[in-house]
């Protein structure tokens, strides 16, 4: 006697999920990419190289860095690099590359009152200074003899304990920073001009900056 059609259908469909439960050894395959025009793949080629430029950009990790703010402008960027039309590479290509020019700009004018930007550049010398003996003097009735090692180790601890602290009583100025519309020259005006003020009424940021100034002096010999 033949085995009923319902019983063949059901020994096959457990077949097949046999099948399946052991896994295939076949790789899946990736979607293959959409072609683009040769303009479209050059103006994206053109935002993908911009893209380079701003490496670790948005990682940064001390205030006037302004990560945030280049966190937006990198994304903007990969966005086009993947989904640019050929449009995208006259106006706007040049607005964004403007916008970058303009927070390098800002960024550096801020870093004048960023102690731990500070603490970052000279730490390395600083220490090597405070390990190592005291230069001479150099020539001249008015020359001032360097500062002793000593005293940079003690500048180099006081700063290291200060400009974190300065950080944060400059908090509001930072946060100005970071929302400052750069295209409005009296904003960024005003953004300098209150960080200035911030750090001038920090004790931790006056510590920090007479504790640079020795720091300073001794890379100077």
Known sequence: MSPRPAVVASV???AALSLVGCGSTEEPREAEPT????DVAECREQWRELGETLTDRESGQTPSTLSSRWQSLVATVDYYATSAKESDCDDRLDAQE???AALESFAASL???DLEHQLAVVETDARSYSTAPRPPAP???KAERP???ADVAKALRVLTKQAPR???QQRPGWQQAAATDLEDEAAVAKARKDLAFLSEESAAWRQGSAALRVIRQAMRS
């Open 166 to 168: 300065a950080t944060q």
């Open 147 to 149: 500062p002793r090692p």
């Open 111 to 113: 870093r004048r009152w």
């Open 139 to 141: 020539k001249g009735k």
């Open 35 to 38: 072609p683009v025009a040769k």
């Open 98 to 100: 403007e916008s970058i």
């Open 12 to 14: 096959a469909a457990i």
